[in-house]
């Protein structure tokens, strides 16, 4: 379409000349093995777990460098997100680094007027640029849309705390538009076999809150909420203090995608996968290809069975 529209001729004749042009050898296309690969796996990916889409990011530079890792899958998740998003999106944002650098990579110049809503409240001891009112704002200046933010934190100090927050009609406004949101762009933190996620690291933990995770059988945390090797929410004393929006009202969301990097999350992402918290997932090479060789091989039914 752009191609014609640039030669000022149909959609019709570009496809004619391209075809002659394949057959006379005029033009050929060449896919390089790594970027091969990667399409390869992500198919093998969306076919075995019943996903919407799988995209592996292809490898930058050494490839050994978590860094470039993270900014090579942020890069496909902002491409994703651009070309899936309609003016009737509203879209719900988690906080972290990989999303910031989603934001990063995004094309200022394409505007939908969207709604961008986030999805938990603030995490103080976080760098302000990753937390997700940040990045609600940094996506509604990019998209020249509306951001909505919960205008408190992400965890109180005891569940009545957190009742009566929920109660303040602001507040309870952004609740109201989790419902409607349509697409959701998160990360994952890993808590097994290590308790690699920031939330672990950073003091949003009190004393005693991880090891009680551990006893729950914690694998890891999505938009601030705890889950299990199934993928269910870990019946902790960090469920009721937490302002953030619920696993089955997350789950419900038509398009959740999932950005992430690390071979140190390949079994929190497993249970990610089996508790039907992602229909699009951006990944690594390696993530990837190790998903693969999952022995508890899903499939698209399986995943919908699981919570009917």
Same mark, same amino acid.
């Given at each position: 379409?752009d191609?014609?529209?640039k030669?000022?001729?149909?959609?019709s004749?570009?496809s004619?000349?391209?075809k002659?042009?394949r057959e006379?050898?005029?033009?050929t296309?060449?896919?390089p093995q790594?970027?091969l690969?990667c399409?390869e796996i992500?198919d093998?990916?969306?076919?075995?777990?019943?996903?919407k889409?799988?995209i592996?990011?292809p490898?930058?530079?050494?490839g050994?460098?978590?860094e470039?890792?993270?900014?090579?899958?942020a890069?496909?998740g902002? /491409?994703?997100?651009? #070309?899936?998003?309609?003016?009737?999106? *509203?879209?719900g944002?988690?906080w +972290?680094? !990989?999303?910031y650098?989603?934001?990063?990579?995004?094309?200022?110049?394409r505007?939908t007027?969207?709604?961008?809503v986030?999805?938990?409240g603030?995490?103080?001891?976080?760098?302000?640029?990753f937390?997700?009112?940040?990045?609600?704002s940094r996506l509604?200046?990019a998209?020249?849309g509306?951001p909505?933010?919960?205008?408190?934190?992400g965890l109180?100090g005891?569940?009545?705390?957190? /009742?009566a927050?929920? #109660?303040?009609?602001?507040?309870d406004? *952004?609740?109201?538009?989790f419902r +409607?949101? !349509?697409l959701?762009?998160s990360g994952?933190?890993?808590?097994?076999?290590?308790?690699?996620?920031?939330?672990?690291?950073m003091?949003?933990?009190?004393d005693?809150?991880?090891e009680?995770?551990?006893?729950?059988?914690?694998?890891?945390?999505?938009?601030?909420?705890f889950?299990d090797?199934?993928?269910?929410?870990?019946d902790?004393?960090?469920?009721?203090?937490?302002?953030a929006i619920?696993?089955e009202?997350y #789950?419900?969301i038509?398009?959740?995608?999932?950005?992430?990097?690390?071979?140190?999350?390949?079994?929190?992402l497993?249970?990610?996968?089996?508790g039907?918290?992602?229909?699009?997932l951006?990944?690594?090479?390696?993530l990837?290809?190790?998903?693969?060789?999952d022995?508890?091989k899903?499939?698209?039914?399986s995943?919908s069975?699981m919570?009917?």
């Amino acid at each position: 379409g752009d191609i014609a529209k640039k030669l000022s001729v149909s959609p019709s004749t570009i496809s004619r000349l391209l075809k002659r042009a394949r057959e006379e050898r005029i033009v050929t296309f060449v896919i390089p093995q790594p970027y091969l690969e990667c399409i390869e796996i992500g198919d093998e990916l969306q076919r075995r777990y019943g996903l919407k889409e799988a995209i592996v990011a292809p490898p930058q530079g050494t490839g050994r460098d978590p860094e470039e890792t993270k900014r090579a899958v942020a890069l496909e998740g902002a /491409r994703y997100v651009q #070309r899936v998003i309609t003016d009737r999106d *509203v879209l719900g944002v988690a906080w +972290g680094g !990989t999303m910031y650098h989603v934001i990063g990579h995004l094309n200022p110049c394409r505007k939908t007027a969207n709604e961008f809503v986030t999805l938990h409240g603030s995490i103080d001891c976080c760098d302000p640029k990753f937390d997700a009112k940040a990045l609600a704002s940094r996506l509604s200046m990019a998209f020249g849309g509306h951001p909505f933010s919960l205008e408190a934190r992400g965890l109180f100090g005891c569940a009545d705390e957190t /009742r009566a927050m929920r #109660r303040q009609k602001d507040i309870d406004a *952004v609740f109201e538009k989790f419902r +409607g949101v !349509t697409l959701s762009l998160s990360g994952v933190g890993s808590l097994h076999p290590r308790a690699d996620s920031p939330l672990a690291r950073m003091g949003y933990l009190k004393d005693g809150e991880l090891e009680e995770l551990r006893h729950r059988g914690v694998y890891g945390d999505l938009v601030l909420r705890f889950f299990d090797r199934e993928g269910r929410e870990c019946d902790s004393s960090l469920k009721e203090k937490t302002l953030a929006i619920d696993l089955e009202t997350y #789950r419900n969301i038509p398009t959740k995608i999932i950005v992430v990097s690390g071979m140190h999350k390949i079994e929190t992402l497993r249970a990610v996968i089996r508790g039907n918290l992602v229909d699009v997932l951006i990944v690594d090479r390696e993530l990837g290809k190790e998903l693969l060789h999952d022995p508890e091989k899903s499939t698209g039914e399986s995943r919908s069975d699981m919570h009917a």
